[in-house]
C-alpha cells in the first residue's frame, strides 16, 4: 500500500491553462504539506495543512489554491499556468506539525509538471 | 533570514567514509533533519537531531552542533546505492528549510 500518493505524475500542458493534482495519504497523519522542487533542485515548501486547516502558506501565488477535504486529502489547483511553474511538485505528510514530535515527512512520489 | 549552505557535489570511493557537512542560519530551530534523495525520487527521511552531539543508526550518523549551527552526515562503507543527494534541512518552527543538497557520487 503507498503511505502517499499523488496524481498524475506527469502533467504537460500549454500557458494558460489550469490543471490540478492530488494527494492522499493513508498514514492517519494530520498534517499535509506541497513542496516544488525547480531545475535547480531547491526543494521549497509551499502550503502546509492541520487537520483541514491551513498552516503555512509560504507566498505562493493567487494561481495556486490548495484543498483539503478532510485530513486525508490535500490537492492542489493551479490556474492560469506559466512557464515558471514547470517544476516537480512533492506532496508530504506528517504525523504531527514539526514544531512538535520529530517530524518526520512522507512525501509521495511527486508531480512532475512541464508547461509549454 | 535563513541560509543553508552545504557542498554541492562529493565523490566518494565505494567502501570509504565520507562526511556531507553542513551550516545554517535560522531563526525559530527545533531540529535538523537529513533527507536522502536519489535522482528522479522522492526524499526520504534519514535523521533528526534535537540535541548536540552525534546519532547513530546504522551505517549512517549525523551530528549537531547548535551553538555554532552546525551538523554533518556521516556515511560509512559506502555503497553504490548511496549515490544520491543529501539534503541538510533545519526545522523552523512549522516549517522544514531545505538546503539545496550535496550530490555523492560513489566510485567503484
Known amino acids: 500500500d503507498t503511505a502517499v500518493s499523488q496524481t498524475p505524475k506527469y502533467l504537460v500542458t500549454q500557458m494558460g491553462n489550469d490543471k490540478s493534482i492530488k494527494c492522499e495519504q493513508n498514514?492517519?497523519?494530520?498534517?499535509m504539506y506541497w513542496y516544488k522542487q525547480d531545475s535547480k533542485k531547491f526543494l521549497k515548501i509551499m502550503f502546509s495543512y492541520n487537520n483541514k486547516e491551513l498552516i503555512i502558506n509560504e507566498t505562493v501565488p493567487n494561481r495556486f489554491s490548495p484543498k483539503s477535504p478532510d485530513k486525508a486529502h490535500l490537492n492542489l489547483h493551479i490556474n492560469s499556468l506559466e512557464l515558471g511553474d514547470s517544476a516537480v511538485y512533492f506532496c508530504?505528510?506528517?504525523?504531527?506539525?514539526?514544531?512538535?514530535?520529530?517530524?518526520?515527512?512522507?512525501f509521495g512520489e511527486g508531480s512532475r509538471l512541464t508547461v509549454l | 533570514g535563513q541560509n543553508i549552505d552545504q557542498p554541492t557535489e562529493m565523490t566518494a570511493t565505494e567502501g570509504a567514509i565520507v562526511q556531507i557537512n553542513c551550516t545554517y542560519q535560522?531563526?525559530?530551530?527545533?531540529?535538523l533533519f537529513w533527507y536522502q534523495q536519489h535522482a528522479g525520487e522522492a526524499p526520504t527521511f534519514l535523521s533528526y537531531n534535537v540535541l548536540d552531539g552525534l546519532e547513530e543508526k546504522g551505517r549512517f550518523s549525523s551530528f549537531l552542533s547548535r551553538s555554532k549551527g552546525y551538523s554533518y552526515l556521516l556515511l560509512k562503507e559506502l555503497q553504490m546505492k548511496d549515490s544520491a543527494s543529501y539534503l541538510c534541512a533545519p526545522g523552523n518552527g512549522d516549517k522544514i528549510i531545505f538546503g539545496k543538497g550535496t550530490r555523492l557520487h560513489i566510485l567503484p
Open positions: 498514514l492517519g497523519h494530520d498534517t
Open positions: 535560522t531563526s525559530g530551530f527545533n531540529g
Open positions: 508530504a505528510s506528517s504525523q504531527e506539525g514539526l514544531a512538535g514530535g520529530d517530524g518526520e515527512l512522507f
